[in-house]
């Protein structure tokens, strides 16, 4: 018989089922908040659809309702062998030969069904430049499986291009890509086989340059296969080896771990040898809880978010419209000095007028009169200076009617419509956020029933 947690069949027990389908039931109802809000109808209207609408205009990235787990490796390191084994079906191509040489995603879903790399891009939204590296899009596959083992429906298992050294030509720069999908994915899983390929050059550059960026938080490092070393101390100068490479290439090497693993053989089997597999399974279980509780701080981080950005848009609002009261007050002075100007210069101009008219040349006995008799103590200076003073008021005119109209522009405000869709939008959000705690409780009360 098998012995400890290799005994284990690739079926789920009762508990991991309530806590596999509690824990997708709360990664789901939070995007499903993001998606269509607390409604399903045609009205329903979700976190993301508010934050992006032309009132508020933000930016807001949904949280994936599942992790993504990535599994590096030298060739023949049992990566697609694990995956098979997770989800208890061989979807992947195993063997000696170099089966993979791009980018596999393996999901769940209702139906089994296989994508291609443009179909792979649009189903990962996140993923779009990961098509701008040469050659990927040939090189990248969905396997979408029914499996309903273990916690498959909260994870997306990666695998990636087997590594080795040599003459093996990639159809596209692998350490390249895989160091970017590192920044894209929740879990780094790193296996080394024991039988030649542990310490490839090319592998060991690959976690040299994943230790070089933010993943050290990310990487758990396996040796898988330890069943193929039959004898403890050959197992054990394997791992010293292994040890040593790594030694000068990660970061946090004090504290460096590295399990042994192999998939557990048929129970009638006997095997005395230590399986650390439940520890590579842990580590997944581990990251999904850490995604549970990551999605519903960003649930209310984003809810506060769109909350204040509300209250920013129409505070601004009121200042616009306080703006524009002003620029209205100002625009009206500035045009009745217009006016005045005016005034004077049509004065100058009609003392200019009557004082040619009344002239002796034209019809000077017709003007003595009152009103003639009055202009007589401006006509000298208007008469005299005609010119620099029409030309003034002229240009007073010109000026003032150009600062009015620089002045006396009013900026768009919101309607009242629109102001009481923001308070419509707000009041949503607000019962979105109030759900973030029984979210909360829901997810553990079912911790708490799984401890008892």
Not at 15 to 42: H, N, R
Not at 105 to 128: C, I, M, P, W
Not at 383 to 392: C, D, I
Request: charged share 25%; glycine share 6%.
């Amino acid at each position: 018989m098998v012995n400890g947690p290799a005994k284990r069949k690739s079926g789920k027990t009762q508990m991991e089922e309530i806590m596999s389908g509690a824990t997708e039931k709360v990664l789901k109802q939070i995007t499903d908040l993001y998606d269509f809000g607390l409604g399903d109808g045609p009205g329903a209207i979700g976190l993301k659809a508010i934050a992006e609408s032309p009132l508020l205009r933000m930016t807001l990235r949904k949280p994936r309702k599942k992790i993504s787990v990535m599994i590096v490796g030298n060739h023949s390191a049992g990566k697609s062998s694990f995956i098979n084994w997770y989800i208890g079906e061989s979807i992947q191509k195993t063997g000696v030969a170099i089966e993979t040489r791009g980018f596999t995603f393996v999901t769940s879903g209702k139906k089994r069904e296989t994508l291609q790399g443009d179909a792979t891009v649009r189903f990962y939204d996140h993923l779009n430049s990961f098509g701008d590296f040469n050659g990927i899009m040939a090189n990248l596959f969905t396997e979408i499986s029914t499996s309903r083992d273990k916690n498959f429906s909260c994870v997306d298992l990666i695998d990636t291009p087997g590594l080795v050294d040599g003459d093996m030509q990639y159809p596209f720069n692998v350490q390249d890509a895989i160091v970017w999908m590192a920044d894209h994915v929740d879990l780094i899983l790193i296996f080394f086989d024991p039988i030649g390929q542990a310490t490839c050059k090319r592998c060991m550059e690959v976690v040299e340059r994943l230790n070089n960026g933010p993943h050290l938080e990310k990487i758990h490092y396996f040796m898988s296969k330890a069943d193929a070393v039959d004898k403890e101390h050959d197992r054990q100068r394997v791992l010293i080896q292994i040890t040593q490479n790594l030694a000068t290439r990660i970061r946090n090497s004090h504290a460096f771990n590295l399990p042994t693993f192999y998939l557990p053989r048929d129970e009638s089997a006997d095997c005395t040898i230590p399986n650390a597999i439940e520890d590579v399974c842990k580590e997944i279980d581990k990251s999904i809880n850490m995604t549970v509780q990551k999605n519903l701080k960003q649930l209310k981080t984003d809810c506060e978010r769109i909350l204040a950005r509300a209250e920013e848009v129409k505070t601004k609002d009121r200042e616009q419209k306080a703006t524009n009261v002003q620029r209205t007050m100002q625009g009206v002075l500035l045009a009745l000095l217009t006016l005045a100007a005016a005034a004077l210069m049509g004065m100058i101009f009609t003392t200019r007028f009557i004082d040619t008219l009344c002239s002796e040349a034209l019809l000077g006995h017709l003007c003595d009169n009152g009103a003639a008799r009055a202009m007589q103590h401006v006509q000298p200076t208007v008469t005299n200076n005609f010119n620099s003073l029409f030309g003034a008021a002229a240009g007073l005119v010109l000026v003032l009617m150009i600062v009015t109209k620089l002045t006396w522009r009013v900026q768009p405000v919101l309607t009242k419509k629109q102001l009481q869709q923001i308070d419509s939008y707000a009041q949503v959000v607000k019962r979105i956020a109030e759900q973030e705690d029984n979210l909360y409780k829901d997810y553990f009360k079912t911790l708490s029933t799984m401890e008892h």
